[in-house]
């Protein structure tokens, strides 16, 4: 399994857009997500701090994740997020080497 792990910072005031966009895509993607290999996809918020964020998405493999994210990236719906930052997103790639189920 892949994970991918991206770090942004909100553009004050765009917090609950972010969410909301994010929500968004689950109700609009459902299908395609799971037909598309995310194994799981999660936005989390820092404790103390309304505009820093982390998405944690979880790939059956690279390959999978690759295309996904090439999808993903060529979306309206990543442009919009894009615009919601006050700076490009870091990207982390890390592979499970222990999980517990």
């Known amino acids: 399994m892949l994970v991918i792990v991206k770090t942004y910072l909100a553009r004050a005031g765009e917090e609950d857009a972010i969410i909301a966009?994010?929500?968004d895509w689950q109700h609009d993607q459902r299908s395609v997500s799971t037909?598309?290999?995310?194994h799981s996809w999660k936005l989390?918020?820092?404790?103390?701090?309304?505009?820093?964020?982390?998405?944690?998405?979880?790939?059956?493999?690279?390959?999978?994740?690759?295309?996904?994210?090439?999808?993903?990236?060529?979306?309206?719906?990543?442009?919009?997020?894009?615009?919601?930052?006050?700076?490009?997103p870091t990207q982390v790639r890390y592979t499970i080497v222990w999980q517990l189920q």
């Open 21 to 23: 966009l994010h929500e």
């Open 35 to 38: 037909r598309g290999g995310y």
């Open 44 to 88: 989390l918020r820092k404790e103390g701090s309304l505009t820093e964020f982390i998405s944690i998405a979880q790939f059956a493999d690279e390959r999978i994740a690759a295309m996904a994210l090439q999808e993903l990236e060529k979306d309206e719906w990543y442009q919009r997020l894009v615009s919601l930052m006050a700076e490009e």
